[in-house]
């Protein structure tokens, strides 16, 4: 457990929010809080790589003045770290790529800017794999980012320096994104809380892809209220993105709900993933031990037919759409995952593409079927096949002695929701077998986030009641050293 004194950064962002608007804190005093912190451990952990203190600073004070008036945003004047994946007016935004370290845009993607203007105190960028490829924050510009609970260790990707800044305290709200687990792999490894909402929730108005619905942007927090809140601010309708809802899906009010009316389905491999022993072993244990909340908790998981696959080739599409040009033009600048997706994606046959499309049809369908037949309001699985393994290794190579065919396999967990376009929720669940983070993954029906959101704040608040499923913190004081 930390041995550092708590200081403001550490309250979660409705707490500080509380404060904030009851003049009991003030913004620009939160700000130097998180800041202090930031400058006593980043540079252990390298969760933030780019940032303007003054700028936030001014920024903080502004909304000080608002805060006396009773003028406020929602946020108001909560940090908030935005990844390094979304451009941030005046703020260095490189991709993770050699191609953009010096890259400095003179604008804000839609959804930053949505943040901004309710009075989220935007300041910093956290790092992220090259344009988000892997599922290990390290790239050629900044290097990698550290798990708080063991530096020789890696904290996930593609949200990683978002996890590691907020389980050390840096912010209380980070923003994310994910498509094979990028906002939920980091948020199991590094014991925060990570949701990804259903395609449109939080539109995406600059996305490359725009017919792309696997693909979000999301909240991250240390808790599924802070979560809701950050969400609030990002789910706002956008024709620009085809799957943005005219009405938004998220209510004001977070509603816990009563878990013993609620009908549970929980698999520790859905079906179709490889999923370390010992993880299995720490999932199974833990799920005997909260079945007994529910109304109804069986086994049971939709049908991921030929799932590696499809998910494989549409990625494989989207890398094309997205990486052709700079694979042509500038290969000598990215890293392997970038290379890897794009050329199999340029070697992939039209009949090949067009039966991806087909099964990630069926295999939607058959996530809502099983949600349908089994009354299941919600399936709960780990969050990640394997524990946090060495920064040094970009990727899981094989999974109980069974070798993994591409480096997204092991991810398998996280990608086949995503290509059932469900909603998730990553929660923490206390310490795995090797001591480090461990979470669980809550999995709803799409168009299902606010009832997801009800679930999973209370069986946070369920957990939260036993030493061993508590979410855990790290040693700031080592990281200080």
Same mark, same amino acid.
């Given at each position: 457990m930390p041995e550092l004194s708590p200081e403001l950064c550490d309250l979660s962002a409705v707490e500080a929010l509380k404060q904030l608007k009851a003049r009991e804190i003030s913004a620009v005093e939160l700000f130097d809080s998180c800041v202090k912190r930031i400058e006593a451990v980043n540079p252990s952990v390298n969760a933030i790589v780019a940032s303007d203190f003054d700028a936030g600073?001014?920024?903080?004070?502004?909304?000080?003045?608002?805060?006396g008036k009773q003028q406020s945003g929602m946020l108001a004047g909560l940090p908030v770290a935005i990844k390094d994946l979304e451009a941030t007016q005046g703020l260095t935004t490189a991709y993770g790529s050699l191609e953009y370290k010096d890259h400095v845009p003179d604008y804000s993607d839609p959804m930053v800017a949505a /943040?901004?203007?309710?009075?989220?105190?935007?300041?910093?960028? =956290?790092?992220?794999?090259?344009?988000?490829?892997?599922g290990n924050t390290v790239n050629l510009v900044y290097g990698a980012t550290c798990n708080p609970f063991n530096r020789q260790k890696t904290c996930a990707g593609s949200s990683g320096g978002a996890a590691v800044a907020l389980a050390t305290g840096m912010v209380p709200l980070a923003t994310g994104s994910d498509y094979g687990g990028s906002l939920r792999?980091?948020?199991?490894?590094?014991?925060? =809380?990570?949701?990804?909402?259903?395609?449109? /929730?939080?539109?995406?108005?600059?996305?490359?892809? @725009?017919?792309?619905?696997?693909?979000?942007?999301?909240?991250? @927090?240390? #808790?599924?209220?802070? /979560?809701?809140?950050?969400?609030?601010?990002?789910?706002?309708?956008?024709?620009?993105?085809?799957?943005?809802?005219?009405?938004?899906?998220?209510?004001?009010?977070?509603?816990? =709900?009563?878990?013993?009316?609620?009908?549970?389905?929980?698999? /520790?491999?859905l079906g179709c993933c490889d999923v370390d022993q010992q993880i299995a072993d720490v999932f199974t244990s833990r799920m005997q031990n909260v079945k007994s909340v529910f109304k109804q908790c069986d086994n049971g998981h939709p049908d991921f037919e030929n799932i590696h696959n499809t998910f494989e080739v549409l990625r494989g599409v989207f890398f094309v759409a997205g990486h052709q040009e700079r694979l042509k033009n500038?290969?000598?600048?990215?890293?392997?995952?970038?290379?890897?997706?794009?050329?199999?994606?340029?070697?992939?046959?039209?009949?090949?593409? @067009?039966?991806?499309?087909?099964?990630?049809?069926?295999?939607?369908?058959?996530?809502?079927?099983f949600f349908a037949s089994t009354n299941a309001d919600v399936l709960i699985c780990p969050a990640a096949s394997v524990s946090p393994f060495e920064h040094s290794q970009l990727a899981v190579t094989e999974i109980n002695g069974t070798p993994m065919q591409t480096y997204m396999q092991w991810l398998a967990l996280a990608y086949a929701p995503t290509m059932a376009l469900c909603c998730s929720c990553v929660i923490p669940c206390g310490l795995d077998h090797k001591g480090l983070p461990y979470?669980?993954?809550?999995?709803?029906?799409?168009?299902?986030?606010?009832?997801?959101? @009800?679930?999973?704040?209370?069986?946070?608040?369920?957990?939260?009641?036993?030493?061993? #499923?508590?979410?855990?913190?790290?040693?700031?004081?080592?990281?200080?050293?």
């Open positions: 600073r001014a920024q903080a004070s502004r909304i000080d003045a608002k805060l /943040v901004a203007t309710v009075d989220g105190n935007i300041f910093c960028k =956290t790092n992220v794999p090259e344009f988000g490829a892997g792999t980091p948020a199991g490894f590094c014991g925060v =809380t990570g949701f990804r909402p259903s395609p449109g /929730v939080a539109a995406y108005a600059h996305n490359g892809v @725009g017919l792309n619905p696997f693909v979000v942007l999301g909240p991250m @927090g240390r #808790t599924v209220a802070d /979560v809701h809140l950050l969400l609030r601010a990002q789910a706002s309708f956008d024709q620009r993105d085809p799957f943005s809802p005219a009405v938004s899906a998220i209510p004001d009010t977070l509603e816990p =709900t009563d878990l013993s009316t609620i009908t549970a389905a929980w698999s /520790v491999d500038n290969r000598q600048l990215l890293g392997q995952n970038v290379i890897d997706n794009t050329e199999r994606g340029l070697n992939l046959t039209a009949s090949e593409i @067009g039966q991806a499309f087909v099964q990630q049809s069926i295999i939607y369908r058959q996530a809502l079927e979470g669980v993954q809550l999995v709803g029906p799409r168009g299902s986030d606010a009832k997801l959101l @009800g679930i999973a704040a209370s069986l946070e608040q369920h957990f939260s009641k036993d030493v061993v #499923t508590a979410r855990p913190l790290p040693d700031l004081t080592a990281l200080t050293k």
